[in-house]
């Protein structure tokens, strides 16, 4: 159990937001398997007064997909206003501000990652968050900008002191983008200087990992990303080994191409088939990762057009596994 504000989780899994992957299919398959809270990717607070198609299919939720984070990107306090104004109709239980995105397109806007360089601006943007918006407010942070400012404490109590509820830290800093290893000490000491709860991620990818994550810092919940790409059975995975130190056994190709058909039913039902196998191709490489014969596969997948090339290639997927 974790509890954040008002918000009370069952478990402490979360699925991490990405950019162009936790869609509501994405996100309802993954919480069958066990994530609790789930994210849609960041939204940014100016294209959110736009009131886009885009924008609106980002924000669809349904009574399957809670408990619900949305995240905000922003650093000009109109833009925030007006967005968190706008957010108020949506259906959704947490917010959370991101102060992590390392893309340049962002931080060269002094938005994301960019803030971990003015911490008191953040904690003044924070507040402004926090007085304006009815749901309880995290944020999300990095390391640090780069390995010789780690000053990813400092961050946090800055944050602390703004009335989030949480904090999110990914174990990288900005200068790292998603490579190298997450630094788990500069985790562990900002889980060591808040009293609100702390979730970590980066390397999430197994559940040994989200042990060693757990271990290393004490943090009070996970946040998997790269981890679930192609493999929800990842949220099965991690309570099993922490309940009882086993390891179960990975998904046969049967198994695979069953959750490859729902996901790729869920992305069609939800977006039409056109743009629902289009969205979807790319996760075949993700689900087959580790299976015999798949390089051809692979590169039909990124030319499907419709469902039935799909069930066309995980029947090949089948004879060769
Ligand atoms: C494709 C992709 C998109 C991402 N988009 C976001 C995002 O919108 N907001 C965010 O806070 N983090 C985003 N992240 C970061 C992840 O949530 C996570 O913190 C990071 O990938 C570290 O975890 P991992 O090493 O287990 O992947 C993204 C990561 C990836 C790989």
């Not at 990818?205 to 919940?221: I, V």
Request: glycine content about 8%; charged content about 25%.
């Amino acid at each position: 159990m974790l509890k954040i504000g008002n918000l009370t989780l069952k478990s402490n899994l979360i699925l991490s937001p990405m950019a162009g992957i936790t869609d509501l299919p994405f996100r309802l398959l993954n919480r069958e398997f066990g994530a609790e809270l789930a994210f849609v990717e960041m939204i940014n607070a100016r294209s959110l007064g736009y009131n886009s198609k885009k924008t609106r299919f980002m924000l669809s939720t349904g009574a399957q997909d809670k408990p619900l984070g949305v995240q905000l990107l922003g650093c000009e306090p109109n833009f925030i206003l007006r967005a968190l104004d706008i957010l108020e109709k949506y259906e959704f239980d947490l917010l959370d501000f991101n102060s992590a995105c390392p893309a340049k397109k962002v931080t060269r806007r002094g938005e994301g990652a960019s803030l971990l360089k003015d911490p008191k601006k953040l904690n003044q943007l924070l507040k402004l968050v926090v007085k304006n918006s009815s749901r309880p407010v995290t944020v999300k942070i990095r390391a640090g900008w780069d390995k010789d400012s780690l000053n990813a404490k400092e961050v946090a109590l800055y944050a602390q002191d703004a009335g989030v509820k949480a904090l999110f830290i990914h174990g990288r800093t900005k200068a790292q983008g998603y490579s190298g290893t997450p630094d788990y000490k500069a985790i562990k000491s900002v889980k060591d200087a808040l009293k609100i709860p702390v979730i970590a991620s980066g390397d999430i990818l197994s559940a040994r990992l989200a042990k060693k994550m757990l271990d290393e810092t004490g943090c009070n919940g996970l946040a998997v990303a790269r981890g679930s790409l192609g493999n929800p059975w990842i949220f099965r995975e991690i309570p099993a080994f922490l309940k009882t130190g086993k390891i179960l056994p990975r998904p046969t190709s049967q198994e695979v191409v069953r959750i490859i058909l729902k996901h790729l039913e869920m992305c069609a039902s939800f977006y039409g088939e056109r743009i629902g196998v289009t969205i979807f191709r790319k996760f075949v490489s993700w689900y087959t990762r580790g299976f015999r014969k798949i390089r051809p596969l692979r590169e039909k997948a990124s030319r499907a057009m419709t469902k039935s090339d799909i069930l066309k290639l995980s029947a090949e997927f089948l004879a060769a596994n």
